[in-house]
């Protein structure tokens, strides 16, 4: 026994067990408290949002004018999914994992365009494919562009452009093109903030849609 002391190998009842037993009860304690923070501790918010367009009047309807159908609304990738996207570089994009539409774009651009088109004074009605109604004009939007630009930190800008076609319709199927034109917005953002973005979308979607509006009146006199 005394050779085995004498060799150095630890006592389980001597100096050495007893720092290892200290040790074992910092790390423990340690790791805990480590724990406990990570779980009191508040997760990120995650924000969702929506395009909104003002309420159209009943009376801007046109008695005895088109009725309109949407007979297509498609979002190009990659700007079809929930994520809010910003274009860092020239050929670059980000995704933001916290920030996100409440839908598909697609699917949430649906009724604030419906909105507008009825509010622009130009259709007696504007119905969505399906309807009873039956539409003798057909419109057709392809969103090319949906995003933030944050390239140029003085030029910060929410992008939206889209390719319009406005056919005349027979049977609801697709006739003469009585208006195709690409539009496209850049408005100037604050910051990068998701709020900032989406309120730079909806200031686009408004205007771009006046501008059909004008071009579709300016068609149908000539």
């Not at 060799?7 to 805990?32: E, H, I, K, Q, V």
């Not at 309109?68 to 979002?75: A, D, F, H, P, W």
């Not at 003469?176 to 690409?182: A, G, P």
Request: aromatic residues 10%; charged residues 20%.
């Amino acid at each position: 026994m005394n050779n085995f002391k004498n060799n150095g190998a630890p006592s389980f009842s001597g100096t050495p067990c007893r720092w290892m037993s200290r040790g074992f009860g910092a790390l423990l304690l340690f790791s805990l408290s480590a724990l406990s923070g990570c779980l009191s501790r508040q997760p990120i918010n995650e924000q969702t949002f929506a395009f909104s367009a003002p309420a159209s009047p009943a009376t801007t309807e046109t008695p005895g004018g088109r009725v309109l159908g949407i007979r297509s609304l498609q979002v190009a990738p990659p700007f079809d999914g929930q994520s809010f996207v910003y274009r860092t570089g020239e050929f670059s994009y980000r995704r933001d994992p916290y920030a996100e539409f409440l839908g598909l774009p697609a699917e949430i651009l649906a009724d604030p365009i419906t909105e507008l088109l009825r509010g622009d004074g130009c259709f007696s009605a504007v119905v969505k494919m399906g309807s009873a109604a039956r539409p003798d004009a057909l419109i057709e939007i392809n969103v090319d562009e949906l995003y933030g630009d944050i390239r140029t930190p003085d030029k910060l800008s929410a992008v939206l452009a889209m390719q319009v076609v406005i056919t005349d319709a027979k049977n609801g199927l697709p006739g003469k093109v009585i208006l195709r034109k690409y539009y496209s917005r850049r408005i100037l953002m604050k910051s990068t903030a998701p709020a900032a973005l989406m309120a730079g979308w909806n200031e686009a979607l408004v205007e771009i849609f006046a501008e059909i509006a004008s071009d579709f009146q300016h068609r149908k006199i000539q």
